[in-house]
């Protein structure tokens, strides 16, 4: 008969570590007792914070990230005849349910109240079970060598750097899996530089004040658009944290670096607080005081979106069109110039049309997958055709706000032939109609600034809108 595979968990079933994710759970479920990990470590130390935050935390071991490859590799061996065992420092509790979730594993070691397995002990205990080179073990860390060394044949999975040499040195090393990606890949993709792209918006004031020629106001924007990006992407990494469990019941964004187990979750702590310090402290040198203000109420604005706001019906999405206008007035600060009534009634219509269009996608994908509702979010499926109707309608008013502004006596300071901008109306009707044909359709996966970035007609509406403008000067 075939000897028994065992197998570590965290980092290796799991791309993650389970004390971090119970911390994670016990500060989202109980977020007023954050003080009683600190006491429960200086009473007993990690053992004891181990397993009583392992108890207290509501961790939902159906979502955690699993290594897939892993995964179907050992149901595999355990078709084939093999007997699996789990074998983990963490608590018995947390590892009997991962473990009856999997529904692979014949047997489970792990800590309890009376034993805490350190890498050592854990290795006498498998010794003790199975004998001297009676078991293969499945691990990833300079943890698990000690147990590389008593087990028959070693099996490495995603290796810490230097792993792979000392399992292959102590060990049998039958198989190595790696399944991670570039860590500038991981990295990129959790600040989200492709939504980089809505930060465009801050060069719009640049342009409706015909001030693309001067070139310190353009290096003032071109300063802006970046700390704001480093800013917009600190955010983007709390809000993935804030929200771990809601994305990973996500389709798509289960995929993110966070959510996936592809970026350390501890990693993610440290570097959204130090993009954030990095972008303030750029802004207060180079750019005013006002964007600095702008700034901080996108990011306490986007703050409170996080933790409650986009629970709210409707409340949502108008925060989200909020969003989008501030990065116009961030623009606005940056090089100095008047915020006008009209450029801010199209936004805020505009923005609240594709903040529509933003939620209606994400429901539509919520029902295409045979749920009702969104997690985390107060929408029904049902409210799919009310969603559509205000987001055409908002879109339209924007359109109505940009032909009475061709009426307005300001206008004619800034136009010689404001007439002209009248042409610019049915192209962004049209541009509204198709993008809300689009999402209707299911077809709208990304966000909708950063889709009309890519999409080829959406960039030739723009271009021709550009045209008519330069056109009325």
Known sequence: MSIPIVVNLDGTLLHSDVLVECGFAFFRSAPHRLYQPFNWFAIGGKSALKSRLEENANLDVTVLPYDKQVIDWLSGQRAAGRTLALATTSHEHVA?????????????????????????????????????????????????????????????????????????????????????????????????????????????????????????????????????????????????????????????????????????????????????????????????????????????????????????????????????????????????????????????FIFLSLALVKRYAELYAMQKDGRANVRGRGYLASDLPLLSSLGAASGFVAVLVLALYIQDHDTTILYRHPQVIWLSCPLLLYWISRIWIITHRGNMRDDPIVFAARDLTSLVVIALCGVVFWMAI
């Open 96 to 348: 009997a349910r991962i473990a009856e979730h999997l529904g692979i594993f014949d047997k489970v070691f792990a800590n309890s109240e009376q034993l805490s397995r350190s890498a050592y002990v854990k290795r006498d205990t498998l010794v003790a079970e199975y004998g001297e080179k009676g078991f293969d073990y499945v691990g990833n860390s300079h943890d698990d060598i000690s147990v590389w060394q008593a087990a028959d044949r070693a099996y490495v999975v995603n290796p810490l750097m230097g792993v792979e040499r000392a399992a292959r040195k102590h060990g049998n090393v039958e198989r190595v899996f790696e399944n991670r990606s570039p860590p500038l890949k991981v990295c990129a993709k959790s600040l989200r530089l492709h939504q980089w792209l809505k930060n465009l918006l801050i060069f719009v004031p640049l342009l409706a004040g015909h001030h693309i020629a001067s070139l310190p106001l353009v290096a003032l924007a071109l300063v802006a658009f970046l700390v704001f990006g480093m800013c917009a992407s600190s955010v983007y990494l709390l809000n993935d944290l804030l929200d771990l469990e809601d994305d990973r019941h996500h389709p798509v964004k289960c995929r993110r670096p966070l959510a996936s187990g592809a970026m350390p979750l501890l990693l993610g702590v440290l570097l959204f607080p130090a993009l954030l310090a990095v972008s303030f402290a750029v802004a207060w040198v180079f750019l005013p005081w006002r964007f600095c203000v702008v700034m901080l109420a996108y990011y306490v604005l986007t703050l409170a979106y996080s933790l409650a706001l986009k629970r709210q019906v409707i409340v949502d999405v108008v925060v989200l069109a909020a969003l989008y206008t501030t990065r116009i007035i961030a623009g606005v600060t940056a090089i100095g110039v008047h915020l006008t009534f009209w450029l801010l009634a199209f936004s805020m």
